[in-house]
């Protein structure tokens, strides 16, 4: 079987971003559409290409028989990247074209072992193109997936005891049962049995009730109806963006389709569904209460608006909440040119950003911007992540230069950007950091330059590191036969670490020079050989 990037270099290169986008996790969908939305700015998609790669029959082994049959590559895909794509596709229904889709629906669905999860995303992908009626038909489940389901729903009313409405939240799943010629199945039966049971304990736990509780009731009744009306004008209902939610624990990102794509910034923030209005209820009061406040201070390009001590507050946010309101700030979508000064108000908090929080703005700041660029990176750009990576060097290094590298046929635009700031930001330790995401990557030309200029630094590295090192350079001593800049890592090696270098090193990189074809050959059969080991 395939590795991933391995399969990813059968896509053209604009798809390769947004797939590496949805590696992301589960805000992955919508991260790539917002990488589309720059791409598309810059150069036309060829989204006839990228379904037919995604349909291309691929070899694989089923079963404990291993038995050989095709699968669509789709399908050997990791498994969040799959539904990462599908609710990417459920976004940008109205980009790409509908028979394009519709192929892919068709391609897919040949496969009767997809998880009920997939199945379900390309169910509701299949709405986008068929206008909604294929909801009228039953998707045939298997017996062990309706076993999870139904144990999936049973343990959710469990959880929702005291709410009189279960079998109003739950009805699409109890309608979805089989039916006997009675009209009632063993599973019906006991599904209601169970309703029955939370409503009885519902009726128990109000004979308690204190006059506040009733008060406390009708107020929740009266929210709770608010939610209903607001969910039934919703575009596509709550059962479709329960769909869409990445499988996990509730508290996962929410993936939901809107109508108008230009208006995808408004669903992200400002969605009016229950499970976002419980998540919102997770930052402080004191941070909710500031958002606007906030969103001013970075989308602002003048210091009038206050100090930068205002956004002490970011650092009462554990990871998670930093996260989501940097969802709501819109931090990646935050133009080029007001960066600097917001990265100058970060920098310039009374107390530093704990590393785990100044890795969370550093991907949302910086990470999207820097792997859609398709030209040199802009001045304010360049000025503002030099600043912050000076700053929180660490968390840059694993947040923004470590994904960068490991992009699948990184550009040169990016290798340009990286190399500067190693040249320019990163301490001794921080060199270190970098290397390591060099060694634990395949290697490309672009690949090559970053190495060259971390050497050119003198990384500090271990006894370990540098064996990796050796066998690595040993590893593509054939793939990079031809390339002047192999060369040149190689004589940088054998110039600055030569106390480090064994002489079952010498051997390893003997055997690799003689397949080296370039003009500096020779300079680098020379430089081995007055290398004196001890």
């Given at each position: ?352 950003l704990s590393y785990s929080n100044a890795t969370v703005l550093t991907r949302n700041l910086f990470l999207t911007k820097v792997l859609s660029l398709a030209e040199p990176a802009s001045r304010f750009l360049m000025a503002a992540i030099t600043s912050f990576c000076k700053k ?60 060259y200029t971390l050497l050119e630094r003198k990384v500090e590295v271990t006894s370990e590191i540098f064996e990796q090192f050796i066998q690595k350079l040993s590893q593509h001593a054939e793939d990079f036969s031809k390339s002047v800049k192999y060369a040149k890592v190689v ?44």
């Open positions: 079987m395939k590795d991933y990037k391995e399969l990813l270099r059968q896509f053209e290169k604009p798809f390769q971003m947004l797939l590496h986008a949805m590696t992301t996790g589960v805000s992955g969908a919508t991260t790539a559409f917002h990488v589309l939305h720059r791409i598309q700015s810059k150069e036309p998609l060829h989204w006839r290409t990228f379904t037919e790669t995604l349909c291309q029959p691929e070899i694989s082994l089923e079963g404990k028989e291993e038995k050989l049959c095709l699968k669509p590559l789709f399908y050997f895909l990791p498994v969040m990247v799959r539904r990462n794509l599908l609710s990417f596709l459920h976004l940008g229904n109205t980009v790409v074209p509908k028979d394009c889709l519709h192929h892919l629906i068709i391609q897919l669905r040949q496969n009767p072992d997809a998880d009920l999860w997939t199945q379900k995303l390309i169910d509701v992908l299949e709405q986008d193109v068929v206008g909604g009626l294929c909801h009228l038909v039953p998707h045939s489940r298997t017996e062990h997936s309706a076993q999870q389901l139904k144990g999936i729903c049973q343990k959710l009313m469990g959880v929702s005891e005291e709410r009189s409405d279960s079998s109003k939240r739950f009805g699409w799943y109890l309608s979805q049962q089989p039916k006997s010629n009675d009209n009632k199945s063993f599973e019906d039966t006991e599904d209601k049995s169970v309703l029955t049971e939370n409503t009885k304990k519902r009726k128990t736990f109000m004979k308690g009730a204190s006059p506040l509780d009733d008060h406390e009731q009708n107020a929740t009744k009266k929210i709770r109806l608010t939610q209903d009306i607001v969910c039934s004008n919703s575009l596509l209902g709550t059962e479709k963006q329960d769909l869409t939610i990445m499988p996990g624990s509730l508290e996962n990102e929410q993936v939901i389709c809107p109508e108008v794509q230009n208006k995808l910034d408004t669903v992200e923030v400002e969605q009016k569904t229950p499970l976002n209005t419980e998540k919102m209820i997770d930052l402080p009061e004191n941070v909710k209460s500031s958002i606007s406040r906030l969103r001013d201070l970075f989308e602002t390009d003048s210091d009038k608006l206050g100090t930068s001590q205002e956004l002490n507050i970011l650092n009462e946010c554990d990871p998670s909440q930093l996260e989501k309101l940097c969802l709501l700030l819109r931090l990646s979508e935050l133009p080029e040119h007001l960066l600097p000064l917001a990265c100058n108000r970060l920098i310039s908090l009374t107390s530093d929180y060097a660490r968390p840059s290094c694993n947040a923004l230069i470590g994904p960068v590298l490991q992009t699948p046929d990184i550009g040169n635009i990016q290798v340009e950007l990286i190399c500067r700031l190693t040249e320019d930001c990163l301490e001794p330790e921080h060199l270190t950091v970098t290397f390591g995401h060099i060694l634990s990557i395949t290697w490309s030309e672009e690949i090559l330059s970053v190495t004589l940088a090696v054998l110039t600055k670490y030569q106390i480090y270098i064994t002489d079952a090193h010498k051997n390893i990189l003997s055997c690799a020079l003689a397949l080296h074809k370039t003009f500096l050959k020779k300079s680098m059969q020379a430089a081995l050989k007055h290398i004196v080991t001890t």
